[in-house]
């Protein structure tokens, strides 16, 4: 299994460009979330889906679309980028969403909107 | 509200020095869910232990262990005999609802050779 994958690594975008962070497992893990990691702030939850069809705000939603069309893949758009979006990107998925499970995280993607 | 607090932003030691890093939450609920997680410099998020508010039974890995305590609301972390390789930040996280992870700001290690 290659776990779950996050692309791209990198990016660079111009203010009020839009642009998709893609995230995909292979596990047919249920439950997948983005999380947005800030300086001194841990990781906050943007978006979460229990299952395909399926998504709900975290904490930090504005700014970010996302949609659930498979199990496998979880993509997090951004409409019209600003400064504020800038940071680092981690998708996560877990096995199932009634029982407490374990989160395994993506290798994130850093992103810079200048 | 769920919230957790790690209130050492940065710590410093020496290899083969213990240390010990702390962390503090907040909770209504009776049943709750409490991980570390690991940062290296890579940047990727590494796994390290998920416990349940139900045992607390202290936690031994290696050179690794975690201290549950419910009565104080804290879910300590030693690493014993320190070494380089374990220099990352680590965060500690609670779980909020079925799968909400509510992270703590992490604890950047670093360890001097």
């Known amino acids: 299994n290659a776990g779950v994958t996050q692309t791209p690594k990198f990016q660079v975008l111009k203010t009020g460009q839009s642009m998709t962070l893609q995230c995909a497992q292979d596990?047919?893990?249920?439950?997948m979330s983005w999380y947005r990691q800030d300086p001194g702030m841990g990781l906050r939850l943007i978006h979460y889906?229990?299952?395909?069809?399926?998504?709900d705000q975290g904490e930090v939603p504005n700014g970010y679309n996302v949609s659930r069309s498979t199990t496998e893949d979880f993509p997090l758009r951004l409409l019209s980028a600003a400064p504020s979006q800038t940071s680092v990107y981690f998708c996560?998925?877990?096995?199932?969403?009634?029982?407490?499970?374990?989160?395994?995280f993506g290798p994130g993607t850093r992103l810079l909107v200048l | 509200a769920q919230k957790v607090t790690q209130a050492q932003t940065e710590i410093s030691v020496v290899e083969k020095e213990d240390v010990t890093l702390d962390c503090v939450y907040e909770?209504?609920?009776?049943?709750?869910?409490l991980f570390w997680y690991k940062q290296p410099p890579s940047g990727e998020l590494v796994f390290l232990i998920r416990?349940?508010?139900?045992?607390?039974q202290n936690e031994i890995s290696g050179r690794y262990s975690w201290n549950f305590q419910k009565s104080t609301s804290s879910f300590n972390f030693t690493i014993t005999a320190s070494q380089v390789v374990d220099s990352a930040v680590y965060f500690c996280?609670?779980?909020?609802?079925?799968?909400?992870?509510?992270f703590g700001q992490g604890t950047r290690l670093t360890i001097n050779p």
């Open positions: 996560a998925s877990s096995r199932g969403t009634g029982v407490r499970e374990t989160q395994y």
């Open positions: 596990m047919n893990h249920e439950y």
């Open positions: 889906s229990v299952g395909a069809g399926i998504t």
């Open positions: 909770t209504r609920d009776t049943t709750y869910y």
């Open positions: 416990r349940n508010s139900f045992d607390e």
């Open positions: 996280a609670l779980l909020q609802g079925a799968q909400k992870l509510v």
